[in-house]
């Protein structure tokens, strides 16, 4: 008879909340390109990033180094914060409302080591690591989000960071550069105006308008961008 299957590490929520930019940001509608801007595009990629302990940062609550990276991240990137809209032409835009990032904070009382640093077979439930507000929202508030944010953290110091991303906004590169950018703030860097500044490429597309570069401020808000 074949062994049962070993139960999952139970993960602890300790809280949850929305995370808006750490300032004011512009509010105005963005359009997205012609091959973004469908309904169908209304979908959230998942990732998971293990983080193994840093003695040097021993004693430093993970979470909280991360939930203050993505509010200052946000002021740059701040269409993340907004909401996805349909208009009433049945296409998809970015409503900067400045709705927030939900960030939700866990712990699962274990080492990583013990859970063989989260290598397949995952012996902790992936969507426990993963960013789901609780009550759930419905399918169609759900579908508006743009980014979710998760960090869970371990008894030996290291942690996990789960996202949830809008392909409809950033893809896999522009993803990737957006999470660069709030470890680098995590870890204790400053944003210079050297840094280079968030970029869509929405005005490379066909027929696509949105947001250009804004240009890195050290203060204030980002002037309102559009393509022409």
């Known amino acids: 008879m074949a062994a049962a299957a070993a139960k999952p ?16 940001t512009p509010e105005s509608p963005l359009r997205l390109s012609w091959l973004d801007r469908y309904p169908t595009q209304m979908a959230l990629i998942e ?9 040097a940062r021993e004693g430093d609550s993970p979470a909280r180094a991360v939930e203050q990276a993505l509010a200052r991240a946000l002021v740059a990137y701040y269409p993340l914060a907004g909401r996805l809209t349909v208009t009433d ?3 998809l835009q970015v ?8 960030f939700i904070e866990a712990a699962v009382r274990c080492r ?3 859970v063989d640093y989260l290598e397949y077979p995952l012996a902790v439930d992936k969507d426990e690591l993963l960013p789901h507000p609780r009550p759930k929202p419905s399918r169609e508030e759900e579908s508006k989000l743009i980014l ?11 942690f996990v960071v789960g996202f949830r991303f809008s392909h409809a906004v950033a893809d896999g590169p522009g993803a990737a550069q957006f999470m660069g ?4 703030l995590a870890r204790g860097a400053a944003w210079t105006r050297t840094r280079s500044p968030p970029t869509t490429g929405r005005c490379s597309s066909p027929t696509g308008r949105g947001w250009a570069s804004p240009r890195w401020t050290t203060g204030g808000a980002l002037p309102p961008t559009s393509c022409r």
Request: charged share 20%; net charge negative; aromatic share 6%.
């Open 181 to 184: 950018a709030v470890g680098e």
């Open 47 to 55: 990732s998971l990033h293990v983080f193994k302990p840093d003695m």
């Open 95 to 102: 409503d900067c409302t400045d709705g927030g990032v939900w």
């Open 89 to 91: 032409a049945g296409e």
């Open 112 to 114: 990583l080591e013990d």
């Open 9 to 24: 590490v139970p993960v602890e929520r300790l809280g949850q909340r929305l995370v808006a930019p750490a300032a004011p």
């Open 148 to 158: 979710l944010v998760q960090v869970t953290t371990f008894d030996c110091g290291g």
